[in-house]
T-cell receptor, first 109, second 111 residues
């Protein structure tokens, strides 16, 4: 079964501090991992996908198959990063995305 | 603007009432999805449609029905609303760029 775990419901950091939002997954095959973000009053949108291996808005995420993790990181948090973040997994084939429960990031000025 | 359009944006129902949430996409995507978002529960898949004419149950289908009217439209129906169905409902379609392209959501309250 596919499962995504985000252990933190809420993460508060000060502006300029490093951020790490944790995501662990359970899947027997080779998954595709994603991070989605929902800013206040906006639709959910894709932030990162592991296959693209790019940095978006200063965020990066590396797939660690040994630890079955896909943590989202940013070296210096900004106030505009405050949002709800969801980690998601897609299995082999056209299977629907499975989401974690989300982590609300609050960046304090 | 191209995207996923959901109507209505807000709705209040009484227990036992029925309603249909509408979703339409103009991006020619094949697959469409309905998720519900609840605090502490994340996003849970209700139903999805891999292509026109097909629908499949997701994680939490009880109390809901869906119709894939054509390639553009995928509606979600609550036949007899219950307070447990109070939630924010998101429709999405399968996008090559975003994997899932989401609509802006429908906030539903069942009293």
């Amino acid at each position: 079964a596919q499962r995504v775990t985000q252990p933190e419901k809420l993460l508060s950091v000060f502006k300029g501090a490093p951020v790490e939002l944790k995501c662990n997954y359970s899947y027997s095959g080779s998954p595709e991992l994603f991070w989605y973000v929902q800013y206040s009053r906006q639709r959910l949108q894709l932030l990162l996908r592991h296959i693209s291996r790019e940095s978006i808005k200063g965020f990066t995420a590396d797939l660690n198959k040994g630890e079955t993790s896909f943590h989202l990181k940013k070296p210096f948090a900004q106030e505009e990063d405050s949002a709800m973040y969801y980690c998601a997994l897609s299995g082999v084939g056209n299977t629907p995305l499975v989401f974690g429960k989300g982590t609300r990031l609050s960046v304090i000025a | 603007n191209a995207g996923v359009t959901q109507t209505p944006k807000f709705q209040v129902l009484k227990t036992g009432q029925s309603m249909t949430l509408q979703c339409a996409q103009d991006m020619n995507h094949n697959s469409m999805y309905w998720y519900r978002q609840d605090p502490g529960m994340g996003l849970r898949l209700i139903y999805y449609s891999a292509s026109e004419g097909t629908t499949d149950k997701g994680e939490v289908p009880n109390g809901y029905n869906v119709s894939r009217l054509n390639k553009r439209e995928f509606s979600l129906r609550l036949e007899s609303a219950a307070p447990s169905q109070t939630s924010v409902y998101f429709c999405a379609s399968d996008s090559p760029n975003e994997k899932l392209f989401f609509g802006s959501g429908t906030q539903l309250s069942v009293l």
